[in-house]
């Protein structure tokens, strides 16, 4: 009977390893994915603060960017790009990108004190970013032009909140001509 009752047991048990190791691989499996889709293809964000007003609100608003147009450089004047901050490299920014490399930047110095205007040309490598808000953002015209490496995804649909869920592609552009 103890012969009996120890293989039911060891049967028993070899059952529930089985199944907890399928379903330990799957749950692996589902990680990894989602690492993968993270880091290489798309992510979701958080953006909070007044340097993006009126496209992002003050209290946060979440949304999507997506990592391949930066790995093939197909970004341009208006998108709204994720980038980490050449000043503090742990802190990701959401800025718009306003110019390439070798284009001509033309950005007011001082909005809250003068109108004076300053033109740079974007040198080789890097990209010219700046907040919606142009009172209150710290963005190239504080640190300069970007390396094009700091860059981390292209962002193109807003998600939270429900009520201005939709696209993000080149909305709310300074300048059509661009």
């Not at 993968?36 to 293809?41: D, E, H, P, V």
């Not at 809250?112 to 190239?140: A, F, L, Q």
Request: with cysteine.
């Amino acid at each position: 009977m103890v012969g009996l009752i120890g293989r039911l047991w060891n049967l028993q048990y070899k059952s529930i390893v089985k199944e907890a190791s399928g379903k330990t691989l799957a749950v692996a499996k589902f990680f990894c994915v989602l690492h993968i889709t993270n880091t290489y293809l798309c992510t979701f964000a958080l953006a909070y603060g007044p340097s993006m007003i009126p496209t992002f609100n003050l209290t946060g608003d979440m949304f999507l960017a997506e990592r391949l147009s930066i790995k093939f450089g197909k970004v341009g004047p208006g998108d709204i790009v994720l980038l980490r901050s050449p000043e503090s490299p742990r802190k990701v920014m959401v800025k718009r990108l306003l110019g390439l490399e070798s284009h001509s930047v033309t950005y007011v110095v001082d909005p809250m004190n003068s109108d004076r205007c300053d033109t740079i040309v974007v040198p080789k490598g890097h990209v010219w970013v700046e907040g919606d808000n142009i009172y209150n953002s710290r963005d190239s015209r504080q640190f300069g032009p970007v390396p094009y490496s700091l860059l981390e995804g292209k962002v193109f649909c807003k998600i939270w909140p429900p009520k201005e869920f939709g696209s993000l592609m080149k909305s709310g552009m300074k300048d059509p001509d661009l």
